[in-house]
């Protein structure tokens, strides 16, 4: 059920990220925290990896008309490659870099029109010139100088206002526009002045960017794309505006990382593995700037964040011959992906946008603890975003108040424990009407871990069939040691249905949930948790008492503890991450606690 209510984040005034911050800073850096010893060359490890994945005779069929140039990945990959042979690495393949530039700008002059795959590529070429122009022949670059010169905004881009058609690849787009005035080829100012207010009218009080759907991957693409601009000069109309923004989204960023480093679910894309490089690079431009300003903590904690950030990913490029795309080990490289999501097309953003990093990295900046690390806080994204997360003692969970059901489902759809794998707590819910692929044989259903009640007819309903509900949030303690919080789900009255509150306690012995259903005589009240059952490379065990289930995976458990008895449903479903079975617990009355812990 989809309406339109508002979605209250908090019963008061809640802190800022800034003061959430500003708190933080104030606590004393753990005797025990060891840097990670991570330099800029992980960045170039990392596009190393992807542009290895598709081998050199992929782009040798390329150049040579044996294999279909795809717009985003012949740019993307020119642009890749300029990063590694700029810093001495792949000189072998110098010629062919200089081939891909050449078809990258023979394309750029092919009769494309509305082609939307330009807009999010020609600022890799722009890169490439500027990392390499000084290492080509000036006939080269000459060459390719003029077929960029010649481009039109207004023929080219497919997502500008002359189409109706606007989004994050609008900002891509600018940003390329922008790195070709900064190098002489255009003026910005007629195609800026068309597409810039609505580029403005996106971002929300905290600095994010909602892409019209709000999901998160597109909020930090976005913000990604000003970083660009601004790093490389860009001071005109919007210049003062793009600065406040990324200042206050970015330590949203910090505070939103997860304990296992990761941005938090929400919406498409969500989980490909090229979500943490743009993580990596906004966190690296935001380090250079406290640098600059003397706060050399915060300027730690941006550097660690991107670093740890870029190290969470290689779990999944490092797994068997190929990389993986999207954060899960399915033989079947589309499991979890979106439509346009393919392997091929998703593959080199990891490289081209962990390049981003590499370009903003300052190499004098020391780490400090990330947020994540420090813990105990609570925080709310705007309205827009409609998120809850919360970091204590290495765990985090993050809740969804208002799912797009094409993608989420409401609830609490996050458990992070640091140095556990995502998946085995959980690392996004369930829909039952999923936009990006799951095999069909698995049952299509709104999960995460959250409240069930009865209805009149006997029937069970969840918080996750809810996308109605009025949510209120009310933190009761955020320390170090402890956080705690509560959500109010209040579906609209004329359904019947009782209140529900969730209290989470997050500490060291991980995450309690305690319910309560208010307003109608209620005699049971259930709690659903999904249970991992693969991750496509490994198979869980579930070993089931009378009120205890507790799931492995290799070395790490999942443990669910309560007063409650336990069902455990042989149905199965999968989200972007694995396949799952779900535990139900139930109890009589209104009230129901479980005792989550991962280790």
């Not at 919406?267 to 431009?285: D, P």
């Not at 998703?346 to 400090?368: K, R, T, V």
């Not at 709310?380 to 809740?399: A, D, M, P, W, Y």
């Not at 309560?516 to 009240?525: C, K, P, S, Y």
Request: hydrophobic share 35%; charged share 20%; glycine share 8%.
């Amino acid at each position: 059920m989809e309406t339109n209510e508002k979605v209250n984040q908090s019963d008061g005034e809640r802190p800022s990220a800034d003061q959430i911050i500003k708190r933080i800073l104030k606590t004393s850096q753990s005797k025990d925290f060891k840097p990670s010893g991570i330099n800029k060359n992980l960045y170039l490890d990392i596009i190393e990896t992807v542009v290895d994945a598709y081998g050199r005779h992929y782009f040798e069929r390329v150049v040579s008309g044996q294999e279909e140039a795809v717009v985003c990945i012949v740019l993307r990959a020119a642009g890749s490659l300029a990063y590694l042979l700029s810093a001495g690495r792949k000189l072998p393949w110098y010629n062919l870099w200089i081939e891909l530039m050449d078809k990258s700008c023979e394309m750029l002059t092919q009769p494309y029109e509305n082609a939307a795959e330009f807009d999010l590529s020609v600022q890799e070429l722009i890169i490439a010139m500027k990392l390499m122009g000084r290492r080509v022949s000036k006939e080269i670059y000459e060459r390719w100088y003029s077929a960029l010169r010649a481009i039109d905004p207004f023929k080219l881009y497919g997502c500008q206002k002359k189409y109706g058609w606007q989004n994050n690849m609008t900002v891509y787009n600018m940003a390329g526009e922008y790195l070709r005035e900064s190098e002489g080829m255009t003026d910005t100012y007629l195609y800026f002045k068309e597409n810039l207010p609505w580029v403005l009218s996106r971002f929300d009080e905290n600095g994010m960017f909602d892409d019209v759907d709000s999901a998160m991957t597109y909020d930090i693409t976005a913000r990604c794309r000003l970083a660009l601009m601004l790093h490389f000069g860009y001071a005109r109309e919007g210049a003062a505006q793009f600065d406040d923004f990324l200042k206050k989204s970015g330590l949203m960023t910090l505070l939103m990382q997860s304990s296992q480093y990761q941005l938090p679910f929400g919406g498409r894309s969500n989980q490909a593995v090229f979500n943490e490089c743009l993580v990596a690079s906004c966190c690296e431009y935001e380090a250079a700037r406290y640098q600059k300003e003397g706060n050399l903590r915060l300027a730690g904690m941006f550097k660690r964040c991107a670093h740890m950030s870029a190290v969470s990913i290689l779990r999944w490029l490092t797994f068997g011959n190929r990389p993986k795309h999207y954060k899960n080990f399915f033989s079947d490289e589309n499991f979890g992906t979106d439509s346009y999501g393919t392997y091929p097309r998703y593959l080199i953003p990891i490289a081209s946008f962990i390049g981003y990093a590499y370009l903003f990295s300052d190499e004098q900046i020391e780490e400090c603890e990330c947020p994540c690390e420090i813990g105990g806080y609570v925080l709310s994204t705007s309205e827009r975003f409609h998120k809850v997360i919360s970091t204590c003692q290495g765990n985090t969970v993050e809740l969804e108040l208002k799912a797009n059901t094409l993608y989420d489902a409401t609830g609490y759809g996050r458990y992070h424990k640091a140095g556990v794998p995502i998946e085995l707590g959980l690392s996004m819910p369930f829909t039952a009407t999923p936009k990006y692929h799951v095999p069909e044989s698995l049952g299509r259903r709104n999960l995460s871990i959250c409240t069930g009640f009865k209805t009149a007819d006997g029937s069970r309903i969840f918080v996750s069939d809810l996308n109605c509900v009025d949510a209120q949030v009310n933190i009761q303690i955020e320390t170090h040691d402890k956080t705690v919080f509560s959500v109010r789900f209040a579906a609209p009255p004329q359904l019947g249905y009782p209140q529900i509150t969730e209290t989470y306690t997050l500490d060291a012995s991980g995450v309690t949930v305690e319910t309560e259903l208010l307003g109608t005589n209620q005699d049971e009240v259930f709690l659903m948790v999904p249970l991992l059952k693969t991750n496509g490379k490994e198979q869980t065990i579930v070993s089931c008492q009378e009120h205890c289930v507790s799931v492995a995976l290799g070395q790490n458990n999942f443990t669910i503890s309560t007063q409650g008895d336990i069902e455990i449903g042989t149905d199965e479903y999968g989200n972007r991450n694995g396949i799952y079975q779900i535990a139900t617990i139930r109890k009589a009355g209104n009230k129901l606690s479980a005792h989550l812990s991962l280790r």
